[in-house]
């Protein structure tokens, strides 16, 4: 399935997307306006008729709720456009970005807006966590207008629900009646997106969305100063922890050698047990050689930045998402596949990604053209989330298929966009990404070399388990003492206990280096274990939001590598 160039534009010049930082030390430096227009032309969007193409609600809404096409009401699809799981992933969202910033450069005065990106790696994030135009409520645009800031939040202008609970009577008249509504996921007009360490979640029980607001009413008692610290806290556990941190992910999903297994989880899965001798080779390519390292997606570490902005604790903390962790109630719109896009700072994390993605290409000489494994794990609709809109069941993927709701030319009734079309990013979609720093400077990682033995953690079913979770896995020493060794985080849907394909597919796996662990450490006897712990949410009694009768389960298996 070789790809073939095709440039959709000529332009003769790109435009440059940079780091939000740079614009940030500009703004402080007394060069204003480029933040300032950045900003004038999200508000502008945000404020459109929510039926408009270039609203915000509109583009929001493309990723996942308000669902459409068979998703709206069969469990077997996904409601929502974008793919996860799969090998459109990396480029379904390049797609999305554009679509988006055409949107910001359609604002009058805004014509030459290009969307920053968040670099999740650079040594401000370690320090520091978010730029601080995330977590300011209010801006100063470059007249001296003081605006509500709109990369802070977004206020919904439409009600959005998960259809697959909806009861019989839900509206009246043309608006919705939340008294009488009962879905099990759903954002009413009016409500604000939230991060941690605050609850996104509304409830139709009066006594279950009490004790929400309680909560939140909690959080509110802390100063604005210290409600962004506890945020940038968590971001920077999640990122810079020297061996298991998600900027460690980063790097080392740069190694990935296709495009296949770089591309998504399901893919990378597949090949890590392949590679590692899990189980007999049945299909080809062959790696040839086994090696002592597995394959890091790129969707990896994005799936984590979600979960961090969006409410969970960094499981290196102990039993971080226990009910009597830290913000244990935490559940932010990020944290969830059906709303994370209607949070702004969606799109400058979605940036970085697909920066990521063209530093990958660069690096492997792919910037013209890539290749997908026909026939992989990840390559069929019905891997991972399910079918999007329009497409059966049991597709294959290829570089010709349709990028849902993206057309050529940015034309609302033109040709569908396939992953062929967004492959060179300059000559195809006119714009380029411009380092201001050494990309990627994490923590040196462990050497291969000490990895001899990984733990295989597999056998869970999402379908049993409500929204997002974690998937961690520690060592235990005689004295019960639990260090972290990995994780891998879910980024789901909410509700997954009428999802057929979630509770059909027990595909959730993740391969760990046991780095520290000796030899003797896996001997019977020796008093140490090896523990996989999930970490759901948790409802306002602290319990985890499973969807079946019973706790979720992991099972576990140790993989000798060559280098042992």
């Not at 520091?128 to 605006?147: H, K, M, R």
């Amino acid at each position: 399935m070789a790809s073939a160039f095709q440039p959709l534009i000529h332009p003769t010049s790109y435009r440059e997307r940079r780091n939000i930082r740079e614009l940030e030390k500009a703004y402080q430096a007394g060069n204003k306006k480029p933040l300032s227009d950045l900003l004038r032309a999200w508000k502008a969007i945000q404020e459109l008729d929510a039926k408009e193409l270039n609203s915000f609600f509109v583009i929001a809404g493309y990723h996942g709720e308000p669902f459409r096409g068979a998703g709206w009401g069969n469990p077997q699809w996904w409601g929502g456009y974008c793919n996860h799981g799969n090998v459109l992933f990396p480029t379904w969202h390049r797609a999305y970005l554009w679509r988006l910033e055409n949107a910001l450069r359609s604002i009058k005065g805004c014509e030459h807006v290009a969307l920053p990106y968040w670099d999740e790696t650079d040594q401000d994030t370690a320090e520091n966590g978010l730029p601080a135009v995330f977590t300011s409520q209010t801006f100063v645009l470059d007249t001296g207008e003081a605006i509500k800031n709109p990369l802070y939040s977004y206020k919904f202008q439409q009600p959005v629900w998960d259809n697959l609970s909806f009861p019989p009577i839900i509206s009246d008249g043309d608006n919705l009646n939340i008294e009488n509504a009962n879905p099990n996921y759903y954002k009413y007009p009016g409500y604000e997106t939230v991060r941690y360490p605050f609850s996104g979640l509304t409830s139709e029980s009066q006594k279950e969305q009490a004790k929400i607001d309680a909560y939140n009413a909690s959080i509110k008692n802390l100063s604005p100063a210290d409600i962004t610290k506890a945020l940038n806290e968590n971001i920077q556990y999640w990122l810079v922890d020297p061996q298991h941190g998600t900027r460690q992910k980063y790097e080392q999903c740069l190694k990935a050698p296709n495009y296949t297994v770089f591309s998504n989880t399901t893919s990378a899965m597949e090949w890590n047990e392949r590679n590692l001798n899990v189980r007999s080779w049945g299909e080809s390519p062959v790696p040839t050689k086994t090696s002592p390292e597995a394959i890091v997606p790129l969707e990896s570490p994005h799936n984590d930045m979600h979960l961090a902005v969006g409410g969970f604790n960094y499981p290196g903390l102990g039993d971080a998402n226990t009910s009597d962790a830290k913000f244990a109630l935490a559940n932010g719109d990020m944290g969830e596949n059906e709303t994370a896009s209607f949070d702004p700072i969606f799109f400058f994390h979605h940036c970085f990604i697909d920066k990521v993605f063209w530093d990958w290409q660069k690096a492997k000489n792919a910037t013209k053209h890539f290749d997908i494994i026909a026939d992989y794990p990840g390559t069929n609709s019905v891997d991972a989330q399910g079918p999007t809109p329009g497409v059966a069941g049991g597709t294959w993927l290829s570089m010709t298929s349709a990028l849902d709701p993206f057309k050529k030319g940015d034309k609302p009734n033109g040709p569908a966009m396939t992953s062929k079309d967004v492959i060179d990013i300059e000559s195809q979609l006119g714009y380029t990404y411009i380092d201001t720093a050494p990309p990627l400077r994490g923590a040196p990682i462990a050497p291969p070399q000490d990895v001899t033995h990984y733990a295989m953690v597999h056998g869970i079913n999402r379908g049993a388990i409500g929204g997002s979770f974690l998937v961690a896995t520690f060592k235990e020493d005689k004295g019960g003492k639990r260090s972290l060794l990995g994780y891998e985080s879910i980024l789901s849907r909410w509700h997954t206990s009428g999802c057929a394909n979630c509770q059909n597919n027990q595909q959730v796996k993740t391969f760990v280096p046991l780095h520290g662990v000796l030899d003797e450490d896996l001997k019977e006897g020796s008093g140490v274990k090896i523990v996989p712990v999930i970490m759901p949410r948790l409802n306002s009694k602290g319990n985890m939001l499973v969807g079946g009768a019973e706790t979720p389960t992991a099972k576990l298996g140790i993989i000798k590598t060559a280098a042992a």
